[in-house]
Structures are given as C-alpha cells and as structure tokens.
C-alpha cells in the first residue's frame, strides 16, 4: 500500500510540472554531442539527468593525493560505514578493499569497469552488508581517466547489488605514447610509506590508422607499520582509559599459568581475585619482563587475578600492525579497431595481483574454557587441556588443572593474495538509426589465504595423553602448522544492447534503449585439509561451492514532452534459479527557466543472496561476545561466572539458507539545479532508501542478548556445578558458561535512510592570473533506521553508532555530516589545490532496546549510569577524562590538505601533495584499544597516519 501511495504522489508531481510547462518553456537550443552517462543506456546531451550523478576527473583524483581506489573514494562525502578496509588484517575480508554508498554495505554498491560489473572476489564474509566482497584493490588508480558515481537505486538497468548506487570506474582510452610516473608516499615520523611505479602507453589512431590501443601498469609496495610506531592517534588517553601500549600487555608467556578445577570432574576452574590462592603461576622470565598487577596501572578488572601477583609480562605489541607489507600489481588494457565506418571492435584485458603480509604475537592458550575445534561438514568438538593429577607440571597434588601458556617459538602471521583476471570483447557499430553494442565477459578471481603457526591439535593433545610438559610442547616444532586455503569466484557474461531515438514530442526525438545479458555466477572455497579434518585448534573452516545462471533484460524510454520537461522510464526483468524479479524506475526533469531546474525519481530495487549465503557449505567463525546472562552489567561477573563471560570468545556456526528471498528496495529523490550564473552551479539532491527482507547472517550478540526470540541457538554448558544462581540462591537452569552460537542467514526486517546531497561549483576568471575553481560537496544524513525483525521499533539512529544507539541492531558508525571544500587556483604551468575534509562526531549513548526506550540516554562507556544501565563498555576511566554526557561521543575530525603541480618542463609534470597539513590526530575512539580492535581509530572515518607526504614525477616520451 505504502509503494503505491508513492507512485501515486510521483504521478501527481509529474502532471504538476506538464500544466506548468506553457509558462515557463524556453527555446529549443542548437543540437549537441550526446553522450552515454552512469545510470543509463541512452545518450543524452545534458551534463545532468533526472538522477544525481557526482564525477571526479583524473584532474580531481591526482589532487586528493590518493595512492588507492579505496583511499579515493573514501574522500566523497556520500560514502558511510560498512566497507571492508585493507588496513590491518581484516578479518573475513582480509586484504579487501570495498565501497559502501550511503551507509548500506558494500553488497548494496555496485561496481562497475567501463560500465560492466566486475566480480565479486572470493570471500565469505558474513557480517552485515558484505555478502558481495567487491574488491577495490583489483582496480589502479593511475588508469583511470573519471569515476562517476551514480548516487540513486539503480536496479532497474543494471540488476542486483545496485540498490544504494553505481561506482562506475572509467579508464583511459585516448592515450598518445608513453607516460611513465613514480611517486613515494609517507608520514612525517616515515610510517605507513608507500612506493608507486606507474605508466601508460597509448598507439594507434582510430580515425587515422583505423586502430588504436592503450596498456597501462602499476605497481606500489607498502611498508610494515606497527602500533609502536603510529603517533598520530590519541596514545595517552589509550594508555591511561584502555590499557592500549601501557605496560602491561599479555600474562601469557613460556611461563605457564595453572588454575584449580573447582570440583572433581566439573571442567570449571578457578580464576578471579577471591580465588588466587588456587591459582598458581610460573616466573622464569628475565626480571625485565616481570610484572605485579596493579588494577589501576594496567587497567585490570576488580576480580582480576593478576592483582598483586608477580608474572611474566609478554609484549604483544612488539606483533601488532595498524599497516601490514602489501605488494600490488595491476596491467589493464584495450584495444580498438574499426571493421568499417559502421561497425568496430573492441577488448579489453586486465590482470591484477594483491598480496597482503600480516604478523601477530605467536599462538597462545588459556584453557580455564574450552576452544571449539571446527571439521568440515560434521559437528566442532570442545577441546581443552587439563592437566591430570600427577602430571609433572600440575601443582596441585590433589585436583586437575588448567592451563596458560603461548607457544613462545612459533610464527604468528598471516598472507592474503588475491589475483583477478579480466577479458572483454566485443562489437560496436550503427545501423539504420540504432546504436548498439554487444559482448563477452570473463571475470575471475583468484585467492589463496595462508595462515602460518597455528596450534596443531594431535600435538597439543600429547600434554594430556603423554603427560608431556609444557616446556617440551613449547620447543616442539610440530606444536604449530602452517594452513594454506584456496578460493575463487567467477562471472562468464554475454550482453547485448541497443538504443535509438524515434519519433518527435514537443520536446524533441524520444530516446529508447534495450538489452539483456545471461551471466554465469560460480564461487568455490576450500579450507586445508588439515582444518577440514580438525586438527587445528582455533580456526575455522570456510566452505563454499555455487553456481548459478541470471538471465536479464532491461528497457528504457526516455521522453521529452516539452522543451523544459523530459521523463525517462525504465524496468528491468531477472530470473534467478528460484527467483524472478521485475524493477521499474521512473525519473522527471522539469527546467522551469534557465536558472532552475527540478528533477525527481522513484524506483524499485532488489538484491539476490550472495552465492555465499544459498549455496552448499557455510562459515564456520569464533566472535566474542558478552554473556549478558552471566554477565548482565558487561564489567562485573556474578557469583559462580567467570570474568571471562564479560568478554567471551565463543564458536559460530553460520548455516547457509536456500530459501532466501531477495532484498527489495524503494528509492525516492528530489533535486534542484540552480545556476544562478554562468559562473556558479548549486546541485540539492533529497533522497530515502528503504530497504526490505535484508539478507543478513544473525548477530551473535543479539541472539544471546534476546533468547526469547532464538530459542535453541545459544549452546552453554550443561554441567549444573558451573550454574549460577539468582538472588535467592536457587540454580538458574540452563545457566553456563556459553560455548557456541548457532546461526544462519535469513530475511531480516528493514533499513532506511535519508538525507540530502549538496554540490555547488563557482568558477572564477582572473585574466592573467588564471582562474579559480572552488567546489563544495556536502552530505547530510538524516535519517537511518533499522529493524532486525519485521515489526521491531526503527529509531532513527543517525549521527551514532546504531548498535549502540539502540541494542537491538547492529548497524555502524553514521555521522550525520561529512563534507570536502576543494579551492582550485589555475596559472599557467601551475596548479595549487587546497582542501578542507569534515567527518561530523558519532554518538555513544545508549537510548533504547527496541520497544524499550530508556526514560534518559547514557553513556555506554565510564561511570555513573543509572541503576537500570546493563551490558556496559567496561572503562571506568573514559569518565575522568569524559564527565559529561555530551562528551560521549567520538569527536568531529576537519583536516586540511594541499596539492601543488608544476609542468612548466617539457612532458614532465611534478606534484607534492600534503594530507592532513595541521596534523589533527584521529579522534580517541574507546572501541579501538582493545586486544583485538587496537589501531586507535576507525578505519570507516578516520586515519592514524597525521601529516602525510607524496610526492610524485610522470615524463612523457
């Protein structure tokens, strides 16, 4: 009802501006060249359609200063949380770089090279709104002449994926010899570095010689930077609020830790401050390396253990990168021939290699719970070591053990290659009126994941089978084994369209395009044979074997019913194999005089489950959560719980699900364009998303924190000794520690969002002096709302973090504001460009659960929360620096940068571009200093990097 109610009002827009049209028609101007834009298959010869269309120019991305696709696009303000960040070790995505427009996840963005998809690469990755791992990375910043994003739904002519919008990436094709560029990247103390080899060779001349052809390459390495050798994030407040870099570090060394088994056979240990007398430590380390426990010094918990006991203290730290080692590579060409004056062919071919080199601390065990140890197609198995009586490392003459140690002589590293290969070829030409277009695609990409020093399970298993000590397992080699993964995912396309112009409106000839394509989707994931078997403790098999055939075809009309009013129709038809789909979009263009111009859409969108998510396999993952049954206030254990069931590492199963539906989307905008004068262009673009049936994996915490509405999912231990009780001392049944969380894919409820895009360009002439180029780009988010379940409460939680703003959900970081001011002054052989960079704050406040929205916000993080406040951040100091609850929240972030160019030489040009020139540290995050999430910043928004050089050189031959 809602969806016709919409179409009804468009309607009615529409026949508003065809009534009003007599009194504002201008004459007809002279004919000029149409040209294709992102968004649509017939040529137009406005620069601007009935849909926001924001381009950067090869001029505009060489000022950014950006050595990476993902670098640049993350400069355009319509960008939001959601992406995959190729900054340290990724996690599902790791070594992936990915867009999300909007805030909607990088499976709602389509990409798209030379106006044709590209592959999605092959990753399984099941957090929320990365399904489809479109990979960045693949694509070189150096051939790319404009990128133009297409900021509205886009479903109805390029299919799925292109709910929130289109990247479409545009490389270069009328390249004249050879152009060679190298640049050298870094900060002021010379970390995150980066070293770039570049170049493009262009021959042929279609007119003249009837061919012509471009190869372009790059080449770039990036250095090793670790989380002792970032300065430019808030260090003092990590050290002080989240232990981040304070002295102590890890109590997991060669120096075991050994826990009492609190009753004969009940597999639950002692391990809090009440309890330390059973718990009993090694110190053989260098007196260097010894520390005592102070809670406030090294920010331990009230229950803590470690509390005035002396240990060994290991530096994990010395392990830790906010930067890993990279190696990537890219050659992309094309060529062009003319068969005649009516018919031309065309390839393209690209192939690209990434590598990406993580480290991190050597393996470590701490078996007062127990590790899932995964299998492929069976159930995981709970593994934990405890030592028997008798033992010769067990110190207690009477009862078992657990223990703590880390695998001291191991490697802990991981490297991520992913390669992608691209061929396209196809035809070109005219006939009788028709332009048109057809070809072949082949798309694959290529990963192999390894992981080096895993704990080997046959080997470990030999302390308890063997009574073998922990010395010996920590010197034997075999206590660790390198695991090697391999996938891929692929698309086979062939595509044929046409368009034309016919008949005449008052407006002028009526345009018409049509098409289709049928398209191959496969994607294949294979764990190691030694994970698949389950040997390997603490690692999880990833499994994936789909393929599918999508067949499409799409029209589009384009009407000019008069001279200052144009409408333009399009629909598209998908039939999946369980699936079939049908997406309008409608757009109008009403130019009431020569200084304003409204415009407005309407469209249906949908999405297909990845392959990743219907297909036979499933991932198989460790999260950690907080036991909010154990743990209700997320800092302090009740009696009988463990201080770990504040911070749990618990297993996953995540079950694929070939009964998803798709997503469907309804999109709306309306937009002005005004031109006051020639010189000044002002775009204000309004836009809603809604999004339905999302395909989504289900959150792990969400699941424990409402057992209500997943009764069965969350496993814990049946063990009654290891039972809590309530507060009259009866059992709780069904009150164990958590060992698993069984999920699956399914069509969750909605999200929405809302706001408005503002573009305005003033350029100015100064004869002489050149001219001045000033652009402003501005994104306001008004609204975003999501409902995990149909019929669950939608708060608007814009400008915070959703997951935190209301419990119930799980979306990011939306900061309402984000924004770019770009000054461009043009003389002669010299160009300077100064840029000004805005990231509005995020919020930390905690304002409903769903249906239940709390009488006053508070503060996740700190102290003082009302006496009703559950499942807190655990930093009691974030309030002595943070009193106020206005400063919970992650601050706004305005940097500055400067782009200079020089060509006054001969076929050289020369730039120095400076990011970040004040050196504005990223905003302190209390989410970033943990163990796990430790960079000191968020990737999505911001960057640790402070003042950043590139200085760059290209020669012409």
Known sequence: MNQKLVLKRSVIAVAMAVAAQAAF???????????????????RADKEGSSPVQTVSAKQIAATGANTVAELLRSIPAFGSGASVDGSDGGFSNGASTASLRGLGSSSTLILLNGRRITASAYADPNQGKSAVYDLNTIPVSAIERVEVFKDGASAVYGSDAIAGVINFITKTDAKGLQLSANVSANDDGEYARDNVSGVWGFGDLEEKGWSGFVAFDASKRHRTTIKEQKDVENELYRDINGRLNPFSSSLSGSPFFYRERQPGSMSFFNSYNDRANVINQVNCDKSQQLVGDRAAHNLGASDTLIGRTFCNFDTNDYSEVQGKGKDANVLSR????????????????YSRTQRYFTGAPRAMRSTAPTTVFVNGGLPSQFQVVLPVGHPDNPFVNARSAVGFRLMNSTNASENINEAFRVVAGLQG????????????????????????????????????????????????????????????????????????????????????????????????????????????????????????????????????????????????????????????VGAKWTANEHFTFRSTFAQGFRAPALTQVSPGGVQSFTTVQDSLRCPDGVTPLPGADQLDCSRGVSSLSAANPALQPERSRSLSFGM????????????????????????????????????????????????????????????????AITQVNRSYVNQGSTEVSGIDLEITHRLALGEMGKITTNLNWAYLAEYRRAEHTGDRAANTAGSNGGLSDWNTSSGDNPRNRGSLSVNWQRGDHSV?????????????????????????????????????????????????????????????????????????????????????FDRKAPYDPRYGTTSDFQGFNEQLHNGRGRYFRVSASYSF
């Not at 201008?26 to 294709?36: D, G, I, L, N, R």
């Not at 060529?335 to 690209?350: I, M, P, Q, R, V």
């Not at 034309?500 to 994607?523: C, D, H, V, W, Y």
């Not at 005004?674 to 699941?703: C, F, H, M, S």
Request: charged share 20%; proline share 5%.
């Open 335 to 350: 060529f062009t021939f003319k068969l005649n004056n009516d018919l031309t062919g065309f390839a393209e071919a690209s």
């Open 833 to 917: 460009t100064a840029i000004g960079n805005y990231v509005g704050p995020v919020s930390l406040l905690r304002r409903s659960d769903n249906m239940d929205v709390y009488p006053e916000a508070y503060c996740y993080y700190g102290t003082g929360q009302p006496k009703s406040a559950y499942s807190l951040g655990g930093l009691p100091k974030f309030s002595n620096y943070f009193p106020n609850l206005n400063d919970c929240a992650v601050e706004s972030w305005t940097t500055f940068d400067m782009n200079y160019s020089y060509t006054g030489i001969k076929n050289v040009v020369l730039a120095l571009n400076v990011r970040n020139v």
């Open 673 to 736: 364009i005004v031109t006051p004068t020639k010189n000044l262009d002002v775009l204000i673009d309004w836009y809603r998303i809604k999004k339905v049936d999302e395909t989504a994996l289900l959150g792990a915490q969400t699941v424990i924190d409402h057992p209500a509405d997943y009764p069965g999912l969350v496993v814990r231990d049946t063990n009654r000794n290891n039972w809590i009780s309530d507060a009259n001392g009866n059992l709780i049944p069904n009150s164990g």
């Open 430 to 585: 005219s006939f009788k009126g028709w332009d048109w277009e057809t070809a072949a695609l082949w798309n694959r990409s290529e990963r192999t994941s390894r992981d080096f020093g895993m704990m080997y399970l046959p080997t470990i298993r030999r302390i308890m089978t063997e009574n073998r000590t922990i010395a010996q397992t920590i010197a034997d080699p075999t206590s660790t084994r390198d695991i090697e993964d391999h996938g891929f995912a692929q698309v086979k396309q062939i595509d044929a369209k046409a368009s034309t112009s016919f008949g005449k409106l008052p407006g002028g000839e009526m345009g018409l395009a049509f098409g289709g394509e049928i398209r191959q989707e496969q994607i294949g994931l294979t764990p190691d044979m030694a994970t698949q078997r389950g040997d390997i403790i603490g690692l999880a098999n990833s499994t994936a074997d789909g393929s599918r055939m999508v067949k499409s075809a799409f029209v589009e009309l384009r009407t000019p019913f008069f001279d200052n009013f144009e409408m333009d129709f399009a629909g598209r038809w998908d039939k999946y194999p369980a699936t079939k789909s049908f997406v309008p979009k």
């Open 25 to 43: 028609a201008q004459e007809a101007q002279a004919p000029v060249q149409k040209v294709f834009v992102t968004g649509s298959n017939i040529k």
